[in-house]
């Protein structure tokens, strides 16, 4: 279950009269919604309501070259066959460079981000890790990256994972916040909508484990709140890829939504005959809601078929 309160940094006191909790599923739209992305939403759906707060819905469409034309309507038409209606109004990344772009300002104007004009070929004898410029030419529009000193060591509990701890100069370096193609960066767009939003607790899959200590130093350097941290177990197929690059995904089908969400509720580590009389999405998020017991959910999932 989510931190208690008392174990991570208070909301921004500009937000207080926002509920204690407010969680997020926050999809990218390189394809349709699939068992993963199904059971993040409804892994931070139940923890949002077992803790009795919000649950808001954000598109992260700023890779265009990753999109896949029109799965984002397909996926929050998917959410809604599924019964999963956000709390607020649906946000979309690509409306808010503004925002980024005035983070992004405040950190070079600090001195905590720099202009970077190293290709992938000159960092590959360090594995990819940027610790010092080593651009054997300048590039027309350099990439941003965040100044990440030696011995950023940063460790935070996660509500389902446990303890985790990176160094993140010697594991990441200094890492990108704005492509030198100039596409946001992941990181810095993630750590400017979750305080934008006034989101209090961070819910996604496992895969995103790692990100987490650069999302926190970047929330130090902006002066930003920190949430609490739940990284949900990854469905993965029987090669433990993530089933969402998998020809093995389970079939998502919005006509006929209970048996996916049965086997969403199982992979979350919850007592299947709790859902055996619903008939509904409505009857079963209800039944689920009450149900719900968050210790039960496992760090790790086996394989599937």
């Known amino acids: ?85 956000p709390d607020a109004p649906v946000v ?64 935070f509990e996660d509500a389902i994972q446990g303890r985790h701890v990176q160094d993140v100069a010697a594991t990441v370096g200094d890492f990108v916040l704005r492509r030198a193609d100039g596409l946001w960066a992941y990181q810095l767009a993630v750590v400017v909508d979750d305080a934008a939003q006034a989101i209090t607790d961070v819910v996604r899959g496992a895969d995103l484990l790692d990100s987490t200590p650069r999302q926190i130093l970047l929330q130090r350097a902006l002066d930003l709140p920190t949430p609490g941290y739940a990284h949900l177990p990854l469905v993965t197929d029987v090669h433990g890829r993530k089933l969402s690059k998998s020809d093995a995904a389970w079939p998502l089908d919005a006509a006929d939504p209970l048996p996916a969400l049965r086997r969403a509720w199982a992979a979350l580590g919850q007592p299947g005959d709790a859902l055996a009389d619903a008939d509904l999405p409505a009857s079963l998020l209800a039944a689920a809601r009450t149900a719900f017991q968050p210790h039960l959910i496992p760090p790790t999932l086996s394989a599937t078929d």
Request: charged share 25%.
């Open 92 to 155: 979309f990344q690509s409306r808010r460079h503004d925002l980024y772009r005035n983070a992004l300002e405040r950190l070079l104007d600090s001195g905590a981000a720099f202009e970077c004009h190293c290709s992938r070929s000159d960092l590959a004898a360090s594995g990819g890790i940027h610790r010092r410029c080593v651009a054997r030419r300048r590039r027309p529009q350099p990439a941003v990256r965040l100044r990440v000193a030696d011995g950023s060591i940063v460790a």
């Open 1 to 85: 279950m989510p931190a208690p309160a008392s174990d991570r940094p208070a909301p921004d006191p500009a937000n207080r009269a926002n509920p204690p909790y407010r969680g997020r599923f926050a999809p990218s739209p390189t394809g349709d919604l699939h068992a993963g992305s199904l059971l993040a939403a409804f892994g931070s759906w139940l923890l949002a309501r077992h803790a009795g707060g919000e649950w808001w819905l954000r598109v992260e469409d700023l890779d265009p070259p990753r999109e896949v034309a029109g799965a984002a309507q397909r996926q929050l038409t998917a959410l809604r066959e599924f019964g999963f209606v």
